[in-house]
């Protein structure tokens, strides 16, 4: 009898566990994965083409976005259960298609170069990125881009602003188009900057309905936006 049990229970999470590692994991990790590749190619390309002190910032640049991808394949695979989540159709829709809208920005046409921001913009897109990096090493495991909890995360970033990865992702992508967007790319711009603020909200009323406890406390006293380094640890 007792083996007969474990036998029916394995087979009724059975398509939630089959789900969850197709489209939850094994998917996605897929998916950045070929941006991981383009990153090796343009950092190997950027390191054989370094003929000025400029050149090194574009090398670093390229160095940190390959770290963020192979850290979003790493994370996604092997990422915790989750605890919360919201998965209305439209919250999927507008957490997926601002990020698509981040990454394709600046492959639409209609940009010019503009020399006099190419020195601001590879700064604050280094800057960016650095950032990701340090707020997606003290996330770890409950990486995800629908509104989901898995654990509460209150060092490092997070102790300076409740949303580090979206902040340095919104810097990013200003970042990287800064010098070169036209038109399109600027609407694609402005249209992930507000997803992002719509995940934000929708991430934090996951978070406060998950842990409702410490997540308020955690809210009073850090900002959600822009780091403060005075925010009482």
Same mark, same amino acid.
């Given at each position: 009898?007792?083996? $007969?049990? +474990?036998?029916?229970?394995?087979?009724?999470?059975?398509?939630?566990?089959?789900?969850?590692?197709?489209?939850?994991?094994?998917?996605? $990790?897929?998916?950045?994965?070929?941006?991981?590749?383009?990153?090796?190619?343009?950092?190997?390309?950027?390191?054989?083409? +370094?003929?000025?002190?400029?050149?090194?910032?574009?090398?670093?640049?390229?160095?940190?976005?390959?770290?963020?991808?192979?850290?979003?394949? +790493?994370?996604?695979?092997?990422?915790?259960?989750?605890?919360?989540?919201?998965?209305?159709?439209?919250?999927?829709?507008?957490?997926?298609?601002?990020?698509?809208a981040a990454i394709g920005a600046s492959l639409l046409p209609g940009g010019t170069r503009r020399?006099?921001?190419?020195?601001?913009?590879?700064?604050?897109?280094t800057a960016g990125l650095a950032y990701s990096v340090w707020a997606l090493a003290y996330l770890r495991r409950s990486f995800s881009i629908i509104p989901e909890a898995r654990r509460l995360v209150?060092?490092?970033?997070?102790?300076? &602003?409740?949303?580090?990865?979206?902040?340095?992702?919104?810097?990013?992508?200003?970042?990287?188009?800064?010098?070169?967007?036209?038109?399109? &790319?600027?609407?694609?711009?402005?249209?992930?900057?507000?997803?992002?603020?719509?995940?934000?909200?929708?991430?934090?009323?996951?978070?406060?309905?998950?842990?409702?406890?410490?997540?308020?406390?955690?809210?009073?006293?850090?900002?959600?936006?822009?780091?403060?380094?005075?925010?009482? $640890?």
């Amino acid at each position: 009898m007792a083996v $007969s049990g +474990v036998a029916e229970h394995t087979q009724r999470r059975s398509g939630a566990y089959w789900r969850d590692l197709v489209l939850g994991r094994l998917l996605p $990790s897929l998916f950045f994965s070929l941006f991981l590749a383009r990153e090796l190619v343009l950092l190997w390309g950027g390191v054989q083409g +370094v003929r000025r002190p400029a050149d090194l910032l574009f090398v670093l640049q390229q160095a940190l976005a390959l770290a963020y991808f192979t850290m979003l394949v +790493v994370l996604y695979a092997v990422r915790l259960p989750q605890r919360g989540t919201d998965h209305r159709l439209a919250v999927i829709f507008i957490a997926f298609s601002g990020t698509f809208a981040a990454i394709g920005a600046s492959l639409l046409p209609g940009g010019t170069r503009r020399e006099e921001l190419v020195l601001a913009a590879d700064i604050l897109a280094t800057a960016g990125l650095a950032y990701s990096v340090w707020a997606l090493a003290y996330l770890r495991r409950s990486f995800s881009i629908i509104p989901e909890a898995r654990r509460l995360v209150t060092g490092g970033p997070y102790g300076l &602003s409740r949303h580090p990865v979206y902040l340095g992702e919104v810097a990013t992508a200003i970042g990287v188009n800064l010098a070169t967007a036209g038109w399109l &790319s600027a609407l694609a711009i402005v249209y992930f900057v507000a997803c992002e603020l719509m995940r934000i909200r929708w991430e934090e009323r996951i978070l406060a309905l998950t842990f409702p406890s410490d997540y308020p406390k955690y809210a009073r006293r850090v900002p959600r936006y822009l780091p403060n380094p005075f925010a009482r $640890s």
